[in-house]
């Protein structure tokens, strides 16, 4: 199964995959267990239709894969209502007695961002995306100090389906230190070693990027491997917004609190969403006062520093620097090369150290170019069937791909075209291209063009500004929102991650 990923999905697998263990076939499901809830939610979120499809090209039978986590039975016993123990893998409801009173949790929301358009969804009026009641329940210990112990009534994500999942990647031993963000990476050590107490709240700032979402993670990955029994919430802003609209909508309230009240950490990216939303500012505002005052953990990150972010209460502004605010800048040369390294090695890849040097003099943008830089030689490697090399490396990442240092031309030699990329777009979404150029907002037409523009912006060396003309002359700001719409969506929605990947993969089709 696991060389058939490696063949089939390249830029999918990770080195830690040998890890995952067998457990057994039960019924019409094999069992595999990872080594960490973490990499359990991981698997389960990222990587499970392309496990199903292994697991059934090997087998030639029609068979499914279940994701199990350190101490979960292999059988499938769980029930909606129950409380499951997973560190001794017991099945009951707390003793009578006990002193044990157990919370239920209000129902979770998706981020807006899977269903917006180029703009953004007025605060009372946006779609959201509620979907049935979060499964899971708080047991708190009267009287004691300590995190609260989270239980899972079923195999639902942790806090519902508002909120992310973590990478087990984005921990800090595969975070790179450099002078660009040396001070943000030692704040966050801080508040992972002691949440609550070294810095509260926790502000990090910079452009897209940089790291800010990877020094999140790795805060609640540590937080979670020290205090196993830590309740998380780690959710986009557009998440919280979302999950507040339709409460206010179904007059639940009191739920809302309750989920986002009742945790002993509380992790938030893109705060700067909260501009302009006057009802969420001040829910939030009492949100904040709530943990703080109580020694709960707060971590935010934004685009901007408090300071910078419009139209944000003043009141806000004031909490977000009682703690520690810290600013992640553009990395040097040689962290950038660090970080080919480092992201290579992750997915099992040999970079030679001449390639990470050339890479890094070409892409001076942010990490996640080099991550698009790193794809792109993987795929090119997998495509032509030989090792990458310096001279495969000039020929993918020859220029500057869109960022600062592109010439602006087009792309030239076995380089993608931007209208490779709209016909491979359109036939694959059966839209016209008349519709991705014209003003239609329907989700059925941005999100194709979001895609298109996501992926022009990865694979070619075009600026925001000539992408946009592709579009109807679209701005550079409209550029900028879809790319982001797509990369943030991609990380928390499997299924459109996976579609994003089969999109890659004909693209490099068109280049044989």
């Known amino acids: 199964m696991l060389a058939h990923i490696r063949g089939a999905y390249p830029t999918l697998c990770r080195n830690w995959f040998d890890e995952i263990e067998f457990v057994g076939v039960d019924g019409g499901s094999m069992v595999l267990r990872a080594h960490s809830p973490v990499h359990r939610d991981y698997l389960r979120r990222h990587c499970l239709d392309q496990f199903n499809d292994a697991l059934r090209t090997v087998t030639g039978r029609l068979l499914a894969i279940r994701f199990i986590g350190p101490g979960e039975s292999d059988r499938a016993e769980s029930r909606p209502g129950r409380v499951i123990d997973e560190a001794e893998g017991l099945l009951g409801a707390p003793a009578v007695g006990s002193g044990v009173q157990p919370l239920a949790v209000g129902p979770g929301a998706q981020g807006i961002g899977a269903d917006v358009t180029e703009g953004d969804a007025d605060e009372f009026g946006g ?306 291209r008349q519709d991705l150029e014209s003003k239609k907002r329907q989700r059925s037409i941005a999100l194709p063009r979001q895609v298109c523009m996501y992926l022009a912006r990865q694979h070619t060396r075009h600026s925001l500004q000539e992408i946009g003309r592709h579009f109807g002359d679209r701005d550079h700001t409209t550029v900028m929102h879809a790319i982001k719409t797509v990369d943030e969506r991609r990380e928390r929605d499997r299924a459109f991650g996976s579609s994003i990947q089969v999109l890659e993969q004909r693209l490099v089709q068109t280049r044989r």
């Not at 990478?167 to 660009?180: C, K, L, R």
């Not at 150290?353 to 795929?379: P, Y």
């Open 127 to 432: 779609r959201g995306a509620g979907s049935g009641p979060d499964e899971r329940l708080v047991v708190r210990h009267p009287g004691t100090r300590g995190p609260s112990r989270a239980y899972y009534a079923s195999e639902a994500e942790p806090l519902g389906p508002g909120s992310l999942v973590i990478n087990p990647d984005y921990d800090f031993e595969h975070f790179v230190v450099g002078t660009s963000n040396r001070l943000a990476h030692a704040a966050c050590q801080a508040v992972a070693n002691d949440p609550g107490y070294a810095y509260n709240p926790l502000f990090i700032h910079g452009k897209v990027g940089l790291g800010k979402t990877h020094l999140l993670q790795a805060v609640c990955l540590e937080i979670k491997r020290a205090r196993p029994d830590a309740a998380i919430h780690y959710l986009s802003c557009e998440a919280f917004i979302t999950d507040f609209v339709e409460r206010v909508r179904a007059g639940a309230m009191a739920e809302f609190r309750h989920r986002f009240r009742n945790v002993d950490v509380l992790v938030i990216d893109d705060i700067h969403f909260l501009a302009k939303r006057e009802g969420t500012q001040e829910e939030f505002f009492h949100t904040f006062n709530t943990l703080y005052q109580a020694h709960r953990q707060i971590v935010l990150s934004s685009d901007a520093e408090p300071d910078e972010i419009p139209d944000l209460e003043d009141r806000l502004v004031s909490r977000f620097k009682w703690g520690m605010v810290a600013k992640v800048d553009s990395p040097s040369f040689e962290t950038r090369v660090a970080i080919l390294k480092s992201k290579s090695e992750i997915r099992g890849l040999s970079l030679p150290d001449e390639v990470a040097v050339h890479i890094a003099g070409v892409v001076k943008g942010n990490i996640r170019e080099l991550e698009g830089a790193i794809t792109k030689l993987q795929l090119r490697s997998m495509v032509d069937e030989r090792p990458i090399d310096l001279a495969m490396a000039r020929e993918a990442v020859g220029v500057g791909m869109g960022g600062a240092g592109s010439s602006g031309a087009g792309p030239s030699g076995t380089e993608l075209t931007v209208q490779a990329i709209i016909d491979v777009v359109t036939e694959y979404y059966s839209v016209r």
